[in-house]
């Protein structure tokens, strides 16, 4: 027969539970950390000078207060002193930030990436310069405890190794390990599907906390997804799953970046809506698929057609989604912000035909909340998990 | 739950011209509904009915499931209901805080309370997730259309309002701050208000609304969950009145 928990791991959990709490919901007083945490009021207290003395939060005086009595401490994240380093591997753009504690973006580096080969050393480098610009302008007293990168690709739950997706180039690559080595930190950076962090950072931070079945459909190039399904990312037995976009919805229809046809990212990718509309090669990206959209706006009928078939593709993929996971929430990141919102008229009636009724009726669709940013927070919020889950272990681990 | 709005059979004149018959329309909170129909249709005539801008000729007035006498703009306000026009009712010579307190300012003894004004501001900005605008103390002149629109819902929300009617709010915008107002709608509602939404743009009905009551001369065609329909459904509804099982027959009294 197992014991029951030690009183250090029942301390540990809760110092990573108030952490996580303040980490995510902002400052709180500990009137309502009590309340929340349902723990007594001398437990924490203790906890908060645990994580106090540890430099991850501090206590203030609120600003104002209405009630009578003595006002409760509010314990705010250290944000200024606290940070990861996140990054964000694009089709088009390189993203380097450094996020505090509690989320706050401190500071960010951005780059246009130019399409064509992917080359570990060019983009590892980047990175880690951009990073270290950064880390250069930091104050003595900061601590960086953690980096995380989302990446478009299909990081492996074994050994980390990423598999590229088709639009970066096919290849296996040693993305985290490189990366770590760059930055010469001393710290190990992990890495994740970048549609994946942006479900659970939308989760977490987002329009979907609270929210145990959400899945967020993060438009680059191509398609990618994460799927949260009853509280928990689904990674499969590789760590390769919810590759939505490499759903076929329409056998034989367009090519794919990975060789098949039809798959859902063919479809609704961004080359789906602009060869259509003869502007495939010329311009490229975000800003390309918005001025299709624009175009459809002003009433030019190419284009309105290729947005309008986009949209019932989405609407298609969408509702088998629906279908096999009954989700609250449908997020719509990235790219596929602009194209949901364009031709929401066509991914909804084929919802509404498409879709069982059971399964759509308390369904959501909204566009993410975090934006642009979602991937970004997803790789931040990936860097502090170690430090959410034993915050003092994990400060030791730096600080030596 | 009841409906935080409803309205059961208005009627509406102007002089020999009857321009609501029969009108039922109910709004939820935490959803938004989307009103739509022809021009003519109604759509404006039954939004200023329920701003109690224009007086009823018969039928009844529910607010949050008890009837009520709506007999001028200031009931309405009381009872928590603000519209959005389509101008917009900003004024350009004055900033975004002295706009949203427009006539409903606060005072701290003789003098206005500037601070607690300011802080309010900021905060209903920010519940909205509003990141576009710069500073609170920006002239109106100096914003944009799309920034404007938001400036004129965040007055809307400022005063504890529980319905909020906007008028056409994407008309004149471009698509990126079309989809700015867009998000701003959609949120307004997840955060518990009662939202109606009128516009022509099926795609922003679609993208952004739980309900669809259609009008068609002057008649509720039908109210539906706009999950369970189609964008052919709606325009059927909006220019024939019916489509198949849904809308007016001719037994609700439409000329055949």
Not at chain 1, 82 to 109: C, E, K, N, T
Not at chain 1, 168 to 181: A, I, K, Q, T, Y
Not at chain 1, 345 to 354: E, I, K, P
Not at chain 2, 248 to 256: E, I
Request: hydrophobic share 45%; glycine share 12%; with cysteine.
């Amino acid at each position: 027969m197992r014991a029951g928990p030690s009183q250090e791991e029942i301390r540990r959990h809760n110092l990573g539970a108030l952490l996580r709490h303040v980490h995510l919901s902002g400052p709180t007083s500990r009137a309502e950390l009590t309340s929340r945490m349902g723990l007594n009021r001398s437990t924490i207290m203790a906890l908060t000078a645990d994580l106090t003395a540890a430099g991850l939060v501090r206590e203030e005086l609120p600003r104002q207060t209405r009630r009578a009595g003595r006002p409760s401490l509010v314990v705010r994240p250290e944000s200024a002193k606290v940070y990861v380093f996140a990054f964000d591997v694009g089709v088009d753009r390189l993203v380097a930030a450094r996020v505090g504690l509690g989320g706050v973006i401190l500071d960010r580096r951005e780059a246009v990436r130019r399409r064509g080969e992917f080359s570990l050393d060019e983009i590892t480098g980047a990175l880690a310069g951009f990073a270290r610009q950064m880390h250069r302008k930091t104050r003595p007293d900061t601590t960086c405890v953690g980096a995380g990168a989302a990446i478009s690709g299909r990081v492996s739950k074994g050994d980390g190794m990423v598999r590229l997706d088709p639009n970066l180039g096919h290849e296996v690559v040693p993305f985290g390990e490189e990366l770590s080595r760059r930055l010469a930190l001393g710290l190990p950076v992990a890495v994740g599907n970048d549609a994946n962090l942006a479900a659970l950072a939308e989760q977490s931070r987002g329009l979907g906390v609270g929210c145990h079945d959400l899945i967020f459909l993060h438009g680059d190039v191509g398609v990618g997804g994460g799927v949260i399904a009853e509280g928990r990312l689904l990674g499969g037995h590789q760590g390769y799953g919810g590759e939505v976009g490499h759903m076929v919805v329409n056998p034989g229809g367009r090519p794919c970046g990975c060789g098949a046809r039809g798959c859902l990212e063919a479809e609704v990718g961004e080359r789906a809506l602009l060869e259509p509309t003869g502007r495939y090669g010329t311009r490229v990206g975000k800003e390309a698929v918005r001025a299709v959209v624009e175009a459809a706006d002003m009433g030019d009928i190419t284009a309105q057609e290729a947005l309008m078939r986009v949209g019932d593709w989405l609407g298609v993929g969408v509702a088998n989604l629906v279908n096999i996971f009954n989700p609250e929430i449908v997020v719509f990141g990235g790219m596929l912000r602009e194209v949901y919102l364009g031709s929401a008229a066509q991914v909804r009636s084929r919802l509404a035909t498409d879709a069982l009724p059971a399964s759509r009726e308390h369904l959501r669709l909204r566009t993410s909340l975090l934006g642009d940013d979602a991937t970004l927070m997803g790789a931040a919020e990936l860097a502090f998990s170690h430090v959410l889950a034993d915050p003092l272990e994990a400060l030791a681990r730096v600080s030596i | 739950m009841a409906p935080v709005l409803e309205l059961r059979g208005i009627d509406k004149s102007f002089g020999p011209v009857q321009v609501l018959h029969d009108v039922n329309f109910s709004a939820q909170a935490g959803e938004v509904t989307a009103l739509v129909g022809d021009n003519g249709a109604g759509k404006s005539t039954l939004v200023k009915c329920a701003g109690g801008i224009y007086p009823i000729d018969a039928g009844q007035f529910y607010f949050d499931g008890k009837p009520v006498q709506v007999n001028g703009p200031r009931d309405a306000a009381e009872l928590g209901i603000e519209i959005v026009y389509q101008d917009l009712a900003l004024c350009d010579n004055l900033d975004i805080v002295q706009n949203m307190f427009l006539g409903r300012e606060r005072k701290r003894g003789l003098v206005l309370d500037e601070d607690s004004m300011e802080k309010l501001a900021e905060e209903t900005l920010a519940s909205l997730s509003v990141r576009t605008v710069k500073s609170i103390r920006q002239l109106v002149s100096s914003l944009s259309g799309g920034q404007r629109q938001t400036v004129a819902i965040a007055k809307a929300v400022l005063w504890n309002s529980k319905v909020v009617i906007l008028d056409e709010p994407t008309a004149a915008l471009g698509v990126a701050q079309t989809s700015q107002v867009l998000e701003l709608v959609r949120r307004l509602a997840d955060n518990g208000l009662a939202v109606v939404l009128i516009s022509h743009n099926m795609n922003d009905v679609f993208a952004v609304s739980d309900r669809i009551a259609a009008l068609y001369l002057g008649r509720m065609a039908a109210q539906v969950k706009t999950a369970d329909v189609t964008h052919a459904q709606v325009v059927e509804l909006i220019t024939s009145g019916r489509s198949g099982e849904l809308g007016l027959h001719n037994g609700s009294g439409v000329a055949s």
